[in-house]
Antibody
Framework: EGQLVESGGGLLQAGGSVRLTCAASGFTFSNYPMSWLRQAPGKGLEWVGA????????FYSDSVRGRFTISRDNSRNTLFLQMNSLTADDAAVYYCAREVWLSDYSGRFDPWGQGTLVTVSS | QSVLTQPPSLSGAPGQRVTISCTGS?????????VHWYQHIPGTAPKLLIYGNNNRPSGVPDRFSGSKSGASASLVITGLQAEDEAVYHCQSIDNNPTSWAFGGGTKLTVL
């Protein structure tokens, strides 16, 4: 079924940078697009960005485009999220998740990691 | 402001039936995109509960069921148990512009 484990969060300064890591196991990592999502305190889930299985094409939400970079190392079954120019609005629990598509009309996330907390201080 | 609308909170007594609604529009659920539901106990990984509107992954009890009609979907939990206390999120796709669509989450309290 697969398992995902995030790491790398912590207390960061506004304007700072951090790299989150997501270690995957239990499935053929390179076969799947992977996404990063986040949930800020008191708010709903927000998709941050994604990367295709081969690692070439990436996609980002408007709120992070130009500041965040997603990459992956398929040889190590690992997904990364490089976060630069952090602001208070980036404070959230960050989750990695595997995208599963049955058709163009049916995309979902399964499994998810347990999340890693990013706190931004001004 | 979430694209899909869910009630922020619901409660029910053990053994009761609860229904969590997820209301979208003609650019997401109403356009034919599937709805998926996740159960999230804070501090743990969100778990896929229902996929493709009404399908349960293996291991999910049949107390959980999903449905979709028009631009809305529902998650029904029957025989409510204490372990069902969690936040439930609905998710679909929106085509205006093309993006993932989430509800704001419903916090279910078991009294």
């Amino acid at each position: 079924e697969g398992q995902l484990v995030e790491s790398g969060g912590g207390l960061l300064q506004a304007g700072g940078s951090v790299r989150l890591t997501c270690a995957a196991s239990g499935f053929t990592f390179s076969n799947y697009p992977m996404s990063w999502l986040r949930q800020a305190p008191g708010k709903g889930l927000e998709w941050v960005g994604a990367i295709r299985g081969e690692g070439i094409d990436t996609f980002y939400s408007d709120s992070v485009r130009g500041r965040f970079t997603i990459s992956r190392d398929n040889s190590r079954n690992t997904l990364f999220l490089q976060m630069n120019s952090l602001t208070a609005d980036d404070a959230a629990v960050y989750y990695c998740a595997r995208e599963v598509w049955l058709s163009d009309y049916s995309g979902r996330f399964d499994p998810w990691g347990q999340g890693t907390l990013v706190t931004v201080s001004s | 402001q979430s694209v899909l609308t869910q009630p922020p909170s619901l409660s029910g007594a053990p053994g009761q039936r609860v229904t969590i609604s997820c209301t979208g529009s003609s650019s997401n659920i109403g356009a034919g995109y599937d709805v998926h539901w996740y159960q999230h106990i804070p501090g743990t990984a969100p778990k896929l509960l229902i996929y493709g509107n009404n399908n349960r992954p293996s291991g999910v009890p049949d107390r959980f069921s999903g449905s979709k009609s028009g631009a809305s979907a529902s998650l029904v939990i029957t025989g409510l148990q204490a372990e069902d206390e969690a936040v439930y999120h609905c998710q679909s796709i929106d085509n205006n512009p093309t993006s993932w669509a989430f509800g704001g989450g419903t916090k279910l309290t078991v009294l």
